[in-house]
């Protein structure tokens, strides 16, 4: 079972950036999809940005032109690299394959985006 480990998140004024990290304990060569979710308080956990093996990608509408996700087989990292940040992005950010492992969710990344 490959467990997921997220960092990078914190404090930021609204228009800055910032870049997740997703750090798996096993490989995730063989895995042909991960992602970036997010959860804001009160709301569903929504899917945010996919990554595909073959290095296609999908990004909700929300954040599509300001976010960015890339994978490092190599180094079984997944990233997301968020640029102009709004209020609205504020969430605890979670990775995970597609369709999400239960066994795999981390305890995620804490975003927060002041106005």
């Known amino acids: 079972q490959v467990q997921l480990v997220e960092s990078g998140g914190g404090l930021v004024q609204a228009g800055g950036s910032l870049r997740l990290s997703c750090a798996a304990s096993g490989s995730i060569f063989s895995i042909n999809a991960m992602a970036w979710y997010r959860q804001a308080p009160g709301k569903q956990r929504e899917l945010v940005a996919a990554?595909?093996?073959?290095?296609?990608?999908n990004y909700a509408d929300s954040v599509k032109g300001r976010f960015t996700i890339s994978r490092d087989n190599a180094k079984n990292t997944v990233y997301l690299q968020m640029n102009s940040l709004k209020p609205e992005d504020t969430a605890v950010y979670y990775c995970?394959?597609?369709?999400?492992?239960?066994?795999?969710w981390g305890q995620g990344t804490q975003v927060t985006v002041s106005s």
């Open positions: 990554i595909y093996w073959g290095g296609s990608t």
């Open positions: 995970n394959t597609i369709p999400p492992r239960p066994r795999s």
